[in-house]
């Protein structure tokens, strides 16, 4: 027999049973529901200008400099400026006093002229024979063994260990050389007969010693004709002549015209910066490739006699030429900056397109693309696949843009920003970047709808792309409300929760990126 139940027990079994129930209602609700609307930020589609650019960096550089030429041993009377002050045409940079150099100008002609009279002369000269070199040759050898046996019988009588005899050797062997240095090769050369060395001259000699030194006179003079009948013979001399003509020419002509600069003074022919100063005032200029310029002719007869190339002898020759001191380098204006253009880069841009150089201050100049190579260069770079094991290399195309009006903030070597204009897109329907969105379709947006709070997926064509904002071509309008930055999981037909809402107003007119800029002007 069941007891009955108390009304307290009953009130209490009731309320148990009711928060069971409201746990086990709150847990179902809690499992169940239904997700929130993702909340989303929208934003109207609007129209206006959009202009594409092209960004790169580049490096500063001179498009003209002018080295001015100083003469060795030129006195400088004033320096008027420093390295790094800007100068414009017309200013006069250094003086000089060109009173030591009045003969050096006659120097040079001199040389030059008798070159051209040596090198005429030897043209017309008649060549030696080939039996005529066979005898020469025949005949040195005979007085090379005569001489020979000579010096050996003189050595065995004579005191060695007397200095005075070795300063008698070298007295002779002085003046001969010194003799025949100047006169015995131009002689020879122009078909005239070599002067007859003066052995009266030199006291103290035995009959031996007198006998030798002949014989020896004799013996250069059949080593020079030897030598200039071999070079004869390979056609090597007249080429070599006419290059000491023309490399003397070339000298004095250099010549002249450094010191007619010298005696005028120097003086700015544009707008630019002193790079380099190599003068002081009050001191004679003293270059450090200064050389002795006194042209070596048994050296000459060396490099003849070995049958060299015309290249190596040229070389010599001009060894002995007038160094080219700069005593001052001047960068003029304009700058230009050169920098690199990669395979599709390079197809849109043009020779003198406008563009924008921005230096390190931020401060803006114009310019315009002055150079554009040809040919492409290709050089190592570190990319994904060098950190992978592989190595890498890209090529790009050179170009440059001057800069105009450069002021203290353009620095040579220094780099700056460069922007180019490349494509323009007018009263264009302009979409943020952030709206769209790409997959395996294509490119597409949300529309939203304001009466069912829902979003449609639509398909867009775009066009220009910068940084900031896409050219949409087809897919909506001007005032339409979209998506910006829609959510990854956002669907089509989903119904969404507004987080705020954005104008045209709103919207950042100009955004720079690593490849791109875009201006927009706005309706």
Do not use: H
Request: proline share 3%.
């Amino acid at each position: 027999m069941l007891k009955k139940w108390s009304t307290k027990k009953k009130i209490a079994v009731t309320v148990v049973i009711l928060v069971i129930s409201f746990l086990f209602a709150g847990l179902l609700y809690f499992l169940f529901k239904p997700a929130p609307p993702p909340k989303v930020i929208l934003t109207t589609v609007s129209s206006g200008d959009v202009v594409q650019t092209l960004d790169a960096t580049g490096t500063v550089e001179s498009a003209n400099q002018e080295s001015f030429s100083i003469l060795n041993g030129t006195k400088v009377t004033t320096v008027n400026v420093r390295v790094g002050d800007r100068i414009k045409e017309g200013d006069l940079l250094a003086t000089f006093d060109t009173a030591s150099l009045s003969g050096l100008i006659g120097e040079k002609e001199k040389a030059y002229k008798t070159a051209y009279e040596t090198y005429t002369s030897s043209k017309k000269a008649a060549k030696i024979s080939a039996a005529e070199l066979v005898a020469i040759k025949k005949d040195i050898l005979s007085l090379e063994s005569e001489i020979k046996g000579l010096e050996q019988a003189i050595a065995a009588t004579a005191n060695k260990n007397d200095p005075k005899t070795e300063t008698t050797d070298k007295s002779i062997a002085d003046k001969i050389n010194s003799f025949f240095e100047d006169n015995l090769i131009l002689q020879l050369l122009r078909g005239e007969t070599p002067a007859i060395f003066d052995l009266s001259s030199i006291t103290g000699m035995s009959a031996d010693q007198t006998k030798l030194t002949s014989l020896k006179l004799e013996l250069i003079q059949l080593q020079a004709k030897q030598t200039i009948a071999d070079a004869q013979a390979s056609g090597i001399l007249e080429s070599t002549l006419k290059s000491i003509y023309e490399s003397t020419l070339e000298d004095y002509n250099k010549t002249k015209a450094a010191v007619d600069g010298l005696q005028n003074g120097w003086i700015a022919k544009n707008e630019g910066i002193i790079r380099e100063i190599n003068i002081v005032a009050g001191q004679n200029f003293k270059s450090a490739s200064a050389i002795d310029t006194k042209l070596d002719l048994s050296a000459m007869l060396s490099v003849l006699s070995s049958n060299s190339e015309s290249a190596d002898i040229v070389d010599m020759i001009k060894q002995f030429i007038t160094p080219n001191s700069s005593g001052m380098t001047v960068e003029y204006y304009p700058f230009a900056a050169n920098f690199i253009l990669g395979k599709y880069d390079v197809l849109k841009i043009t020779m003198d397109q406008e563009a924008k150089i921005v230096a390190a201050d931020g401060k803006t100049f114009g310019g315009k693309i002055t150079f554009i190579s040809p040919v492409a260069s290709s050089s190592s770079s570190i990319n994904i696949n060098s950190l992978l094991g592989s190595s890498g290399s890209s090529s790009g195309v050179e170009a440059k843009v001057s800069i105009d009006n450069p002021d203290t903030s353009i620095i040579i070597g220094f780099d700056v920003a460069i922007s180019i204009d490349v494509d323009k897109a007018e009263n264009a329907t302009l979409v943020p970047a952030e709206a769209i969105q790409f997959d395996s379709e294509g490119s597409y947006i949300f529309l939203y709808n304001s009466k069912t709070k829902r979003v449609e997926r639509k398909q867009v064509k775009t066009g220009i792309f910068s940084g900031a904002l896409y050219q949409v071509i087809s897919g909506c309008e001007a005032g339409d409300i979209i998506v910006k930055a829609p959510p990854m999981t956002l669907k089509d037909g989903e119904k969404v929760s507004i987080q705020s809402t954005e104008t045209p107003s709103n919207i950042s007119t100009t955004k720079k990126t690593e490849t791109s800029t875009a201006t927009t002007v706005a309706d």
